[in-house]
T-cell receptor, first 115, second 113 residues
Framework: SQELEQSPQSLIVQEGKNLTINCTSS?????LYWYKQKYGEGLIFLMM?????EEKSHEKITAKLDEKKQQSSLHITASQPSHAGIYLCGADNGGSGGSNYKLTFGKGTLLTVNP | DGGITQSPKYLFRKEGQNVTLSCEQN?????MYWYRQDPGQGLRLIYYSQIVNDFQKGDIAEGYSVSREKKESFPLTVTSAQKNPTAFYLC????????????FGSGTRLTVV
């Protein structure tokens, strides 16, 4: 089964600083999803990447998928307290091995932004 | 507004009792999913359903049961056989199996007392 490893597990930054969260897969990624979660709440969809080398941005958040489609990074520029939360990456197994399509998630990165 | 509704938000259960968590969506999505979230464990898939009247076990289905009698509804029952049921439960849906991205509910926190 596909495994996703996120790093770091937690991150504390000062407001205004840039930061990067990584997500590495044990297999080729058919689709890579980034979500944000506030503690005790549901997941909010941020971005989806499919093609090798693809990069997407939304406001101050940029996500990239490497050419080999096994690693993705999420970069936040000039962090703000509103960026605090848990960031999770999810991978689409592409229905491989005869199994049905489903998302597998990393364990998440807890981001704290100090004002 | 379209979305997924999970209820209740907080649920307390006595040990040995079964309890059912509700998940309703009005997005006209075919596929629905149940995940369990524990600190440091991430999200783990319990059950999923691609169409009405069909569902498959996920990675941690033991001690849980589901039904999918209506497209809009995918209730999860936590049975007394589940040895460690205290957790945060998340329901999600997608347009179809293999479609892009899931929409998540706001979750139910179950505590066994």
């Amino acid at each position: 089964s596909q495994e996703l490893e996120q790093s770091p597990q937690s991150l504390i930054v000062q407001e205004g600083k840039n930061l990067t969260i990584n997500c590495t897969s044990s297999k080729t990624l058919y689709g890579l999803y980034w979500y944000k979660q506030k503690y005790g709440e549901g997941l909010i969809f941020l971005m989806m990447l499919q093609k090798g080398g693809e990069e997407k941005s939304h406001e101050k958040i940029t996500a990239k998928l490497d050419e080999k489609k096994q690693q993705s990074s999420l970069h936040i520029t000039a962090s703000q307290p509103s960026h605090a939360g848990i960031y999770l990456c999810g991978a689409d197994n592409g229905g491989s091995g005869g199994s049905n399509y489903k998302l597998t998630f990393g364990k998440g990165t807890l981001l704290t932004v100090n004002p | 507004d379209g979305g997924i509704t999970q209820s209740p938000k907080y649920l307390f259960r006595k040990e040995g009792q079964n309890v059912t968590l509700s998940c309703e969506q009005n997005l006209n999505h075919d596929a629905m999913y149940w995940y369990r979230q524990d600190p440091g464990q991430g999200l783990r898939l319990i059950y999923y359903s691609q169409i009405v009247n069909d569902f498959q076990k996920g990675d941690i289905a033991e001690g849980y049961s589901v039904s999918r009698e209506k497209k809009e509804s995918f209730p999860l029952t936590v049975t007394s056989a589940q040895k460690n049921p205290t957790a945060f439960y998340l329901c999600a849906s997608s347009l179809s199996a293999g479609s892009y991205g899931y929409t998540f509910g706001s979750g139910t926190r179950l505590t066994v007392v």
